[in-house]
């Protein structure tokens, strides 16, 4: 990972799986002269991206990888949390003899520990509460309570003054597709509300199953909803720019369970939080409302003719996202698939800084299988795929803009202007 720390954002740090040849740069290679001796792969990067904006159907997956790209300044502020991060939060709150004294009534959980997996310890613990019992197994159903809270609170970072430049990024670049097209859906696997505060900053309108009357409340049939403008000019239905769907597959921290209902609410007094948290069991849990309508979704929009998939910052780990993906790459022959992530290369074969690092060069170790295979099939000369290594904030600027800012975007940016205090930034 060191080859991307505090590396700035940008198309250039993408490298395209060519077949037969390896990770080409983005950049053309010159010499001392100046002269081109390689070209490199960033006009292939855009004819592929391009084509995938252009499909039918548009879809976007991601997972924690987008959510890194959200920052907060300051050496203290918060930010969106790693693995170890959770970690290390959980034991802060739970304290470490707690974890030491169920990991000994639990066989294998103190490698668990040692390892500081908070995920496969949850799953563990989970099973140890469903074979003895709430009562019995008090210890461990308090800590998963404790557990579950802090990394709720963990993944609350995004707040008024975090840069969403990236999201903002992707946004615009999705949701402006031309109105004859279905609206973009996007996916993901994250509980933060960047995408939400970014839509909110562009004044971006989200289809995401939730009413708009107060409080708002989740219904599948919402997502069969658009948004249309109404005046004497028109006959017929004037659909709206700058509006997509958001599914969030593992759920988000506004939503509440209260009864029967799922409602939008950041206030713990109106239910407990609509969450899977990270655990083995992840993939049951997402048969249940509204997570299996967010999983109908994500297959249905896989199978339909002329879809382009686009995937950063999902690793590819939550089988039961990963198993339709595969299942319709095999299925259905008109989906095109990009994936960019920083999984493909080992930093130290980055650090090389070689134009075109070979097929085989080292991929970061804790890579899915997943990765392999859509390589595999690069390799035999499936043209729907294409690799890219890089970040989801450098992808936010590789993707191209197909349309011009639109005047409500103008609006908009004018009347923030506006409302700034005299001298500040606009």
């Known amino acids: 990972m060191a080859f991307?720390?505090?590396?700035?954002?940008?198309?250039?740090?993408?490298?395209?799986?060519?077949?037969?040849?390896g990770w080409r740069a983005a950049g053309?290679?010159?010499?001392?002269?100046?002269?081109?001796t390689q070209r490199g792969s960033a006009r292939a990067i855009e004819e592929a991206l391009t084509g995938m904006l252009n499909a039918s159907h548009?879809?976007?997956?991601?997972?924690?990888?987008?959510?890194?790209?959200a920052r907060n300044k300051g050496q203290d502020a918060r930010q969106a949390p790693s693995m170890k991060a959770l970690w290390d939060a959980v034991v802060s709150a739970a304290k470490q003899a707690a974890i030491d004294a169920i990991a000994q009534k639990?066989?294998?959980?103190?490698?668990?520990?040692?390892?500081?997996?908070?995920?496969?310890?949850?799953?563990?613990?989970?099973?140890?509460?469903?074979?003895?019992?709430?009562?019995?197994?008090?210890?461990?159903?308090?800590?998963?309570?404790?557990?579950?809270?802090?990394?709720?609170?963990?993944?609350?970072?995004?707040?008024?003054?975090?840069?969403?430049?990236?999201?903002?990024?992707?946004?615009?670049?999705?949701?402006?597709?031309?109105?004859?097209?279905?609206?973009?859906?996007?996916?993901?696997?994250n509980y933060d509300l960047a995408f939400e505060s970014a839509a909110q900053a562009l004044r971006f309108t989200i289809i995401d199953g939730f009413s708009h009357g107060m409080p708002q409340v989740y219904d599948r049939g919402n997502f069969a909803y658009d948004i249309v403008r109404r005046d004497g000019d028109h006959d017929g239905p004037d659909y709206i720019e700058n509006v997509f769907h958001l599914h969030k597959l593992h759920g988000s921290i506004d939503w509440r369970r209260r009864g029967s209902e799922l409602i939008?609410?950041?206030?713990?007094?109106?239910?407990?939080?609509a969450l899977i948290y990270p655990r083995d069991s992840k993939y049951q849990e997402a048969f249940d409302t509204p997570f299996l309508d967010m999983m109908a979704g994500l297959q249905n929009a896989l199978r339909a003719p002329d879809t382009a998939l686009i995937i950063s910052g999902f690793g590819f780990n939550d089988d039961h996202i990963t198993k339709p993906i595969m299942a319709a790459v095999e299925a259905n022959m008109t989906l095109r698939i990009a994936v960019c992530d920083i999984a493909y290369l080992d930093g130290e074969a980055l650090d090389k800084g070689e134009h075109t690092l070979p097929i085989d060069a080292p991929q970061n170790p804790r890579a899915s299988f997943a990765f392999g295979q859509l390589k595999r099939l690069v390799d035999i000369g499936d043209q729907r795929v294409t690799l890219m290594n890089g970040r989801f904030d450098d992808l936010a600027h590789a993707l191209p803009d197909l349309v011009a800012q639109t005047e409500?975007?103008?609006?908009?940016?004018?009347?923030r202007v506006l409302n700034q205090p005299s001298g500040a930034n606009a």
């Open 4 to 21: 991307w720390d505090d590396r700035v954002a940008s198309p250039a740090n993408i490298r395209l799986y060519v077949r037969g040849e």
């Open 28 to 36: 053309d290679q010159k010499n001392d002269k100046g002269e081109v």
């Open 58 to 69: 548009l879809v976007i997956l991601t997972g924690a990888g987008s959510s890194f790209a």
């Open 106 to 189: 639990i066989p294998s959980a103190a490698q668990v520990v040692k390892d500081k997996n908070i995920e496969k310890f949850l799953t563990h613990c989970k099973m140890y509460v469903e074979l003895f019992g709430r009562e019995q197994a008090k210890d461990v159903a308090t800590f998963i309570a404790i557990a579950e809270a802090t990394i709720s609170e963990c993944v609350d970072f995004v707040g008024e003054d975090t840069n969403l430049d990236a999201h903002k990024s992707i946004i615009r670049k999705i949701a402006r597709r031309g109105i004859r097209k279905p609206r973009t859906r996007l996916f993901t696997t």
């Open 264 to 273: 939008r609410s950041r206030d713990k007094e109106d239910g407990q939080a």
């Open 408 to 415: 409500r975007e103008r609006h908009a940016e004018r009347v």
